[in-house]
């Protein structure tokens, strides 16, 4: 029979692998030998919120410090799955107490940086990031996440510093390359930014934001063509992407293709499709492609929003003064 402490090394094991069942089977047994063990009980939860089952997952974390209040990663882990459920303040208060019970844990610094940026507090995002960099110095990823939140504060300059120390430590450091060429792009150096964006998805293929990005920069260069595939390309990966959809519904608007742009607008879903950019579009494919009185009227509920900037859009197209 296997102890509690191997089976929780193994778990941890299969988790870096990401074989994420086996993780779960092996923190499950050693939860059979001793069900009062937190650090399994924080495992457990750390998985099963990786697969949104999230009663299951705040249980078991929530019995974790139950059994050891001062337990950092529970707090850490804890706080990342109540902030993705919507209950921010209890989420930033554990991820506070994690770094207050262990201020030496570098994951819990880490994670306090990204959930700090991901509510718009960078400020705070920084801080931690900073703290968690004093332990690790050298660390590229933390470096990486030190640079969004200076590009956050629009301090560009500081942040691309950031990035470049962490590609020249590690060159195949893919989320530093996207988010250099992220950064190269809100300043407008576009061939910078497709080189680097380029970098990243090489090195990382399947991530999304970088891929947006690039479509960006590329339609920016007048590559509709490029644009185009890379914006189908991450359609692909992640079908739910509403905002890129519709940009990629604007483009073949754009190129004369009104059916392609409707057949887009069909698939997008939520509240996106509220918005006045989405009626405006939506008004302008229907006009284009044979329905003139069904974009029309769309057009012109929208042209009745006074401070709006596709408010004014509609106007102008129905030539409204």
């Given at each position: 029979m296997?102890?509690?402490?191997?089976?929780?090394?193994?778990?941890?094991?299969?988790?870096?692998?990401?074989?994420?069942?086996e993780?779960?089977?092996?923190?499950?047994?050693?939860?059979?030998?001793?069900?009062?063990?937190?650090?399994?009980?924080?495992?457990?939860?750390?998985?099963?919120?990786?697969?949104?089952?999230?009663?299951?997952?705040?249980?078991?974390?929530?019995?974790?410090?139950?059994?050891?209040?001062?337990l950092?990663?529970?707090?850490?882990?804890?706080?990342?799955?109540?902030?993705?459920?919507?209950?921010?303040?209890e989420?930033?208060?554990?991820?506070?107490?994690?770094?207050?019970?262990?201020?030496?844990?570098?994951?819990?610094?880490?994670?306090?940086?990204?959930?700090?940026?991901?509510?718009?507090?960078?400020?705070?995002?920084?801080?931690?990031?900073?703290?968690?960099?004093?332990?690790?110095?050298?660390?590229p990823?933390?470096?990486?996440?030190?640079?969004?939140?200076l590009?956050?504060?629009?301090?560009?300059?500081?942040?691309l510093?950031?990035?470049?120390?962490?590609?020249?430590?590690?060159?195949n450091?893919?989320?530093?390359?996207?988010?250099?060429?992220?950064?190269r792009f809100?300043r407008?150096?576009?061939g910078?930014?497709?080189?680097?964006?380029e970098?990243?998805?090489a090195?990382?293929?399947?991530?999304?934001?970088?891929?947006?990005?690039?479509?960006?920069?590329?339609?920016?260069?007048?590559n509709?063509?490029?644009?185009i595939?890379?914006?189908?390309?991450?359609?692909?990966?992640q079908?739910?992407d509403?905002?890129?959809?519709?940009?990629?519904?604007?483009?073949?608007?754009?190129?004369?293709?009104?059916?392609?742009?409707?057949?887009?607008?069909?698939?997008i879903?939520?509240?996106?499709?509220?918005?006045?950019?989405?009626?405006?579009?939506?008004?302008?494919?229907?006009?284009?492609?044979?329905?003139?009185?069904?974009?029309?009227?769309?057009?012109?509920?929208?042209?009745?929003?006074?401070?709006?900037?596709?408010?004014?859009?509609?106007?102008?197209?129905?030539?409204i003064h």
């Amino acid at each position: 029979m296997h102890t509690i402490e191997e089976l929780l090394r193994a778990g941890i094991d299969a988790h870096g692998r990401g074989d994420l069942a086996e993780a779960m089977q092996l923190y499950q047994s050693a939860l059979e030998l001793d069900a009062d063990n937190a650090s399994a009980h924080n495992n457990l939860g750390f998985v099963l919120g990786q697969q949104q089952q999230w009663p299951e997952a705040l249980a078991h974390l929530r019995t974790a410090l139950r059994l050891n209040p001062q337990l950092s990663m529970a707090h850490s882990n804890l706080g990342q799955l109540l902030v993705a459920t919507g209950q921010a303040a209890e989420g930033i208060d554990h991820l506070e107490r994690a770094v207050a019970c262990d201020p030496d844990n570098i994951t819990a610094w880490d994670n306090l940086a990204r959930i700090r940026i991901l509510l718009g507090d960078f400020e705070g995002g920084e801080y931690a990031a900073i703290r968690a960099l004093k332990l690790r110095p050298h660390d590229p990823h933390l470096l990486t996440r030190l640079g969004i939140a200076l590009a956050a504060q629009k301090r560009v300059a500081e942040a691309l510093q950031c990035y470049q120390q962490a590609i020249a430590i590690d060159r195949n450091h893919s989320e530093a390359w996207a988010q250099l060429g992220i950064t190269r792009f809100l300043r407008n150096d576009l061939g910078s930014a497709h080189e680097a964006l380029e970098i990243a998805i090489a090195l990382s293929p399947h991530d999304t934001n970088a891929l947006r990005h690039l479509a960006l920069v590329s339609l920016s260069l007048g590559n509709r063509e490029d644009a185009i595939a890379l914006f189908e390309r991450l359609l692909a990966l992640q079908p739910e992407d509403s905002a890129s959809r519709l940009d990629l519904a604007v483009i073949f608007l754009a190129a004369q293709q009104p059916e392609v742009a409707l057949a887009h607008l069909a698939l997008i879903n939520g509240a996106l499709t509220e918005s006045s950019k989405f009626l405006f579009y939506r008004g302008l494919a229907l006009q284009q492609n044979g329905q003139p009185d069904l974009g029309n009227s769309l057009l012109q509920e929208l042209a009745k929003q006074g401070d709006d900037a596709y408010g004014e859009k509609a106007r102008k197209i129905l030539q409204i003064h």
